[in-house]
């Protein structure tokens, strides 16, 4: 079964500073990972997609990396704002079953 | 403009009674998914249809109920098996095994 864990739970950074979030998964038969924001009592907003094939993606001040052999994936944020605060969730899916497991979240507070 | 609605928003609910939430796509997806998250949690998924007149479980199906008749539409019902109810319901859909795409989720209260 799969199992993703992400690390850490919390962060809190003054504004200005450059960040990295991690996701790891047990299970590297995935057919993408995909990292989205959820913002409170809110639904989950999607922030990056990367395909098994790829190793990176990018948008605006985000970049999300993949490493399938090891099981990780980082979300590097750049600049950090106020704005970005919010929980950062990553999710994983299956190649066989078409199914996504998630991850608990990291929530990020970025303070002014 | 193309999503995903989910309602209603919030609900409540008695003990002992079933509920439906309604989830609606217009962006013809294929797939669709219903996850539960409970505070300071991520998403447990309960049941997903990757084409109509068909669906699995997921990791938490138990005490709950779904249908897909509509490739639009896939309603889930909250039944009066299911012993902690409370929570917010995520509604999601894809094109086979592409990107995700959430709606804005239901909360749902027993009272």
């Known amino acids: 079964k799969q199992e993703v864990t992400q690390i850490p739970a919390a962060l809190s950074v003054p504004e200005g500073e450059n960040l990295v979030l991690n996701c790891s998964f047990t299970d590297s038969a995935i057919y993408n990972l995909q990292w989205f924001r959820q913002d409170p009592g809110k639904g989950l907003t999607s922030l990056l997609l990367?395909?098994?094939?790829?190793r990176e993606q990018t948008s605006g001040r985000l970049n999300a990396s993949l490493d399938k052999s090891s099981g990780r994936s980082t979300l590097y944020i750049a600049a950090s704002q106020p704005g970005d605060s919010a929980t950062y969730l990553c999710?994983?899916?299956?190649?066989?079953?078409?199914?996504?497991?998630f991850g608990d979240g990291t929530t990020l507070t970025v303070k002014p | 403009d193309g999503g995903i609605t989910q309602s209603p928003k919030y609900l409540f609910r008695k003990e002992g009674q079933n509920v439906t939430l309604s989830c609606e796509q217009n962006?013809?997806?294929?797939?669709m998914y219903w996850y539960r998250q409970d505070p300071g949690q991520g998403l447990r998924l309960i049941y997903y249809s990757q084409i109509v007149n068909d669906f699995q479980k997921g990791d938490i199906a138990e005490g709950y109920s779904v249908s897909r008749e509509k490739k639009e539409s896939f309603p889930l019902t909250v039944t009066s098996a299911q012993k902690n109810p409370t929570a917010f319901y995520l509604c999601a859909s894809s094109m086979g095994k592409g990107e995700l795409f959430f709606g804005e989720g239901s909360r749902l209260t027993v009272l």
């Open positions: 990367i395909q098994s094939s790829q």
């Open positions: 999710a994983v899916m299956d190649t066989n079953a078409g199914k996504s497991t």
């Open positions: 962006l013809n997806h294929d797939a």
